[in-house]
């Protein structure tokens, strides 16, 4: 009976107990969030702050998460806050979603 098991054990591919062994280990470690986030920045330069309407005019790049290509738009803003922080000019980092039917800035930061 033992036999049986060790050549059911030796006759199993290698590569498959490998996978089997990555696939288990990164179900225990996934990617760090920041990681994960910083990923799914796009980058931006703001053309206009309007703190009135709590809105950013932002030219950016494709946003992979809205399928989005490059373009210059209008976005409203999670935090009104989030204005404070960026000016005519500075180019940027953020992440958009789609809420409500308008689209909206979750997250911006400098881009440096």
């Known amino acids: 009976m033992n036999r049986i098991l060790i050549l059911a054990v030796l006759s199993l591919p290698i590569p498959a107990l490998a996978q089997k062994a990555a696939d288990d280990h990164s179900a225990h470690h ?9 990923s799914a920045m796009s980058d931006g ?3 206009r702050v ?6 950013i005019t932002l030219r950016h790049g494709p946003i992979a998460n809205l399928d989005m290509p490059p373009m210059t738009m209008v976005f409203q ?9 960026v000016k005519t000019g500075d180019k940027v980092k ?3 979603e789609k809420t409500g039917g308008a689209y909206v800035i979750t997250l911006i930061e400098s881009a440096r």
């Open 30 to 38: 996934p990617a760090p969030a920041a990681a994960q986030a910083a």
């Open 45 to 47: 330069e703001v053309r």
């Open 50 to 55: 309007d703190m009135d309407a709590k809105k």
């Open 77 to 85: 803003v999670k935090d009104p806050a989030m204005l404070n922080t």
């Open 94 to 96: 953020f992440t958009a």
